[in-house]
């Protein structure tokens, strides 16, 4: 039974008002729909509804502004207010435990709330990551406490979520959206409510697993590629090449429907999605009974990076001719990538633990996090100056590249003569590099 009709405005219900949901409910608030976002957290709900984001994401604040100014975008702690919509979108956490298995409190929790309030006619789509068969085993059973029947009575879909930070609004309006559903009529209204709301294109699949899988493949990808350009970087400084001209020649040969497309090195991988995807993978083939070797292989790689780059800057340092254990170290940026506040899974929080480890001295300094996030995480204190942080520094390690670091004059900074850099996440040209070099600073970087 088709639930999504275009005779009337359709008014939607976003669990979860994290990251991924503030930007969906905020852009489907903007493209003109009433939306409510339900969430446990009754600190965030007042912010939402005082036109206040605490996401750093590029627009994300002005939409929720104007959203909750135009009446269009309100958020509450009430699930009941779910029974008004046409659509709910379930965007929860859905984490890993250490086995690699899914932690299903968060979803558990709310499709059991939602149970409560489900109404005929609705259709609920599932967009947070999950292993294959968990929309079908987990979440319709679950919803189906209600008394209702999930095909008849509601619909249910999976659309996963494929959102980068920094880029995530544009993304969200331009991306296509993969579709699955419990059925045909469910997967025709899940693409028929996304291609009305936000005008994208989207790609229909023959089933929920199918959807669930798309998810966990892009992500499986993207980190073992990166674990090959770590690997890559490794091999390349062995024989003193610059792994950043050799994945540039090696990109340019077309393969497949594009090029070669080796993704770079850097100090490592973090975030929520590709720490956790993987060993997702890993996890559910395992309790089939299929052995996957690429999804582990690429995390331990990774995870590897950061120890890795810290022990560059120590090793660099004794070249130079200075003690580590005797040197400060200034780490600039602590989040997971460039231009984002994000410490989720930072690699940093590893490489700064192996610069303690092996250094006298390590100031972190970050202006886009938390600092009382930052200084849990890292249990230090997290300067507020940059001048502050990198004074008498024999090494400036630079682990994210954000915007306010672009521009820095370096000949201006207060550092140790013979000043290392280190290059974690920068990708310096040539140019800057010898730059840098005229200025007094020896270089080095993953790689290079």
Not at 237 to 246: E, M, T
Not at 260 to 266: A, D, Q, R
Request: hydrophobic residues 45%.
């Amino acid at each position: 039974m088709r639930f999504i009709s275009g005779d009337h405005d359709l008014r939607v219900a976003v669990i979860g008002l994290g990251y991924v949901g503030s930007c969906i409910a905020a852009t489907l608030a903007d493209r003109g729909l009433d939306v409510v976002g339900v969430d446990t957290n009754t600190k965030l709900i007042e912010e939402l509804n005082d036109g206040f984001c605490r996401f750093a994401e590029k627009g994300l604040p002005e939409l929720v502004a104007s959203g909750v100014a135009a009446g269009k975008l309100r958020a509450t702690t009430d699930a009941s207010a779910v029974s008004a919509a046409d659509v709910v979108l379930i965007t929860v956490g859905t984490p890993v435990r250490e086995d690699g298995s899914l932690a299903d409190e968060q979803l558990q929790s709310a499709c059991l709330e939602l149970s409560r309030h489900i109404r005929r006619g609705q259709l609920f789509v599932l967009k947070s990551t999950v292993p294959p068969g968990s929309t079908r085993n987990f979440v319709l059973p679950l919803l189906q406490r209600s008394g209702l029947v999930g095909g008849e009575d509601f619909g249910l879909a999976f659309t996963p979520e494929r959102l980068a930070e920094g880029t995530a609004l544009h993304e969200l309006n331009t991306f296509p959206i993969v579709a699955g559903g419990l059925d045909q009529d469910s997967a025709e209204d899940a693409a028929e409510f996304w291609r009305s709301s936000l005008d994208v294109d989207v790609i229909p699949l023959d089933t929920l697993e199918a959807a669930e899988i798309v998810k966990l493949a892009d992500n499986w990808w993207i980190d073992l590629n990166i674990a090959l350009g770590n690997e890559l970087a490794k091999f390349s400084a062995l024989y003193g090449v610059d792994a950043l001209d050799v994945i540039r020649a090696a990109n340019s040969i077309p393969k497949g429907n594009g090029n070669v497309n080796i993704l770079l090195p850097s100090v490592g991988v973090g975030g929520s999605c590709l720490t956790k995807d993987p060993w997702m993978v890993w996890h559910s083939a395992r309790e089939r009974g299929l052995e996957i070797l690429t999804a582990p292989a690429g995390r331990a790689v990774n995870a590897g990076m950061p120890e890795y780059t810290a022990q560059l800057a120590i090793d660099e340092l004794t070249k130079l001719g200075k003690d580590p254990a005797a040197s400060k170290v200034a780490v600039l940026g602590l989040a997971f990538k460039n231009n984002t506040g994000d410490l989720r899974a930072t690699p940093t929080l590893d490489a700064v633990t192996a610069l303690v480890g092996g250094c006298g001295e390590v100031t972190i300094y970050d202006p886009l996090v938390d600092v009382a996030e930052a200084e849990e995480m890292f249990g230090r204190s997290l300067e507020t100056d940059l001048r502050t942080a990198v004074h008498g520094a024999d090494c400036i390690a630079i682990f994210a590249l954000h915007r306010e670091f672009a521009d820095l004059d370096f000949g201006d900074l207060p550092v140790a003569d013979d000043c290392l850099i280190l290059d974690g996440r920068a990708y310096f040209s040539r140019e800057k590099i010898a730059a840098l070099r005229e200025l007094g600073f020896a270089y080095r970087g993953v790689g290079r």
